[in-house]
């Protein structure tokens, strides 16, 4: 006799955002994307064919806005696109910690060890390297050389 392997059931992008349900989530579909909410946290959850989901966005959900975390050398702050900045409070730093951990486990992503240990920041300006925030910021060997 074989013995054959059950195939192990991969889980569609819809079954991993219903799972999210068991984890008190409330989500809204917005156009490909879907927004994940819970304790006046979000995060948008997008759907990236044939990997697992990818989180683009988590943090505190200011208006319409999420905010995210960043780090600014003395304190934690959330900032939106729209440059809505708020200091984080150490009530709101655990229950993000706490909303990130059930939140990839809900969509069965790994949590990763680094991440485990604390809150980790989306945005670091305690260092304050000019023009840091650019997209594309030419490295040294990308400048042009100046004539001698």
Avoid at 29 to 54: C, F, M, Q, S, W
Avoid at 85 to 104: G, I, K, S, T, W
Wanted: charged letters at 30%; glycine letters at 10%.
């Amino acid at each position: 006799m074989f013995f054959r392997r059950e195939k192990l059931h991969e889980p569609s992008f819809q079954e991993r955002i219903e799972n999210l349900k068991k984890y008190k989530f409330s989500t809204q579909n917005e156009g490909g994307k879907t927004r994940v909410l819970r304790d006046g946290l979000a995060a948008i959850v997008a759907d990236v064919p044939g990997h697992l989901p990818h989180i683009e966005k988590e943090g505190l959900g200011i208006g319409k806005d999420i905010g995210l975390l960043m780090h600014g050398g003395y304190q934690m702050f959330f900032v939106t696109d729209k440059g809505i900045r708020r200091p984080a409070l150490a009530d709101q730093l655990n229950a993000l910690h706490a909303f990130q951990e059930d939140l990839r486990e809900g969509l069965g992503l790994i949590s990763l060890y680094n991440e485990g240990l604390g809150t980790t920041c989306d945005l670091h300006m305690y260092d304050r390297v000019e023009e840091r925030d650019r997209k594309h910021q030419p490295r040294i060997w990308e400048k042009p050389h100046p004539a001698v």
